[in-house]
């Protein structure tokens, strides 16, 4: 498979505090980054996406830097709850492929 | 429903039986994905399909591994002779399958089915 096979890296923010998880990415040719989030048991649900033109994006609460030159990106969330503990991938687009490149993710645990 | 959806959620198996999972994809959705996800760990491409045909196969682990998909809608992913080891979650996504480039890119999954093999 194309995902590296590691135990998840995990971040342990407190409830309120803001969390930033890092990503770096493969291809100098991708053209279009997303993030997910999978909540236990359920199937990973978009959050944020950048294309390659942009170096930040701005969501309700969650921001993505894209950083090119060193091929990095990173996933901002602002004043964290509960609700977002969970696993959080980016994922790559090449440019002319049709899948997805998925990192190996990031286990965001809030604490009350 | 309008999502994608996954069946059956849960699977024990023996080791040695064979298993199907099924993926219903977004109607309308020509492009069909299978993803591997053990514990704790990430998401690992299996195989994509672009209507019923596979473009790229080539995150099978083993010739004990197929899928195919018929009417360009559900898919079928087989494991014959189950081991241990192919137990994880199963993911299935879909998207329209083009390559126009941003949120077209975008899988939109489903639950997943969950394979335990004792």
């Known amino acids: 498979g194309e995902s590296v096979g590691l135990h998840l890296p995990t971040l342990s923010v407190q409830e309120g505090d803001n969390s930033i998880i890092n990503c770096a990415y493969s291809?100098?040719?991708?053209?279009?980054f997303i993030w997910y989030k999978q909540e236990s048991g359920k199937g990973p649900q978009f959050i944020i996406d950048i294309r390659s033109n942009m170096d930040k994006r701005q969501g309700q609460r969650v921001t993505v830097l894209l950083n090119k030159t060193v091929k990095h990106l990173s996933l901002q969330i602002a004043a964290t709850q509960p609700g977002d503990s969970a696993v959080y991938f980016c994922a790559e687009n090449i440019q002319g492929a049709q899948k997805l490149v998925f990192g190996q993710g990031t286990r965001l645990t809030i604490n009350p | 429903g309008a999502g994608v959806s996954q069946s059956p959620s849960n699977k024990v198996t023996e080791k040695g039986k064979d298993v199907e999972l099924r993926c219903d994809p977004i109607?309308?959705?020509?492009?069909l994905y299978w993803y591997r996800q053990s514990l704790g760990q990430g998401l690992e491409f299996l195989i994509y399909f672009q209507g019923n045909s596979a473009p790229d196969k080539s995150g099978l682990p083993s010739d004990r591994f197929s899928a195919e998909r018929t009417g360009g809608s559900v898919s079928t992913l087989t494991i014959q002779r189950t081991q241990q080891e192919d137990s994880a979650v199963y993911l299935c996504a879909s998207n329209l399958g083009r390559l126009a480039g941003g949120r077209d890119n975008e899988q939109f999954f489903g639950p997943g089915t969950r394979l335990t093999v004792l």
């Open positions: 291809n100098s040719a991708s053209d279009y």
């Open positions: 109607s309308g959705h020509t492009a």
